[in-house]
């Protein structure tokens, strides 16, 4: 979670997640595991959020922890972002959903025939200056 002394308020987040989205990650958490969400900068689904088995993929330096998703497992599913599109995504409050069809990623939602997306609006600016600065990826 994030860190009070960072100067942001614990208790507002940058991510959510719908109740539809939460439940297919608590199936996926039961067939492989812990899982963790990357949002790349890429086009076509390389902008979709890809769900992984967490620590399957490599977090750089340059990566950003947005924050954890609460869907009532014993750990939270961590969702992370590139640097170039944190630069575009900074003032945003994101929340991961899943609607029918297909990706074209390697997300662990394919094979359901389902897919997620993220839902985005600007935060206000309260919001912006309370939520906790984000934390960096591994080197």
């Known amino acids: 979670m994030s ?8 208790g ?6 719908t109740p539809a989205a939460a439940e297919l990650l608590r199936s996926l958490t039961e067939i492989h595991g812990p899982v963790m969400f990357h949002q790349s900068g890429g086009c076509c689904d390389g902008s979709s959020p890809m769900c992984f088995p967490d620590g399957e993929f490599r977090l750089g330096a340059s990566d950003v922890h947005l924050g954890e998703l609460d869907i009532s497992l014993e750990r939270p599913v961590p969702v992370w972002m590139s640097q170039a599109q944190w630069e575009y995504w900074k003032h945003t409050h994101l929340t991961i959903d899943v609607v029918k069809g297909r990706g074209a990623g390697f997300s662990l939602e394919a094979p359901e025939g389902v897919r997620f997306l993220i ?8 919001e912006s200056a309370g939520c906790p600065a984000p934390a960096r990826g591994a080197s």
């Open 3 to 10: 860190d009070p002394r960072d100067g942001g308020d614990p």
């Open 119 to 126: 839902r985005s609006r600007l935060m206000t600016d309260e």
């Open 12 to 17: 507002l987040s940058r991510v959510a997640v």
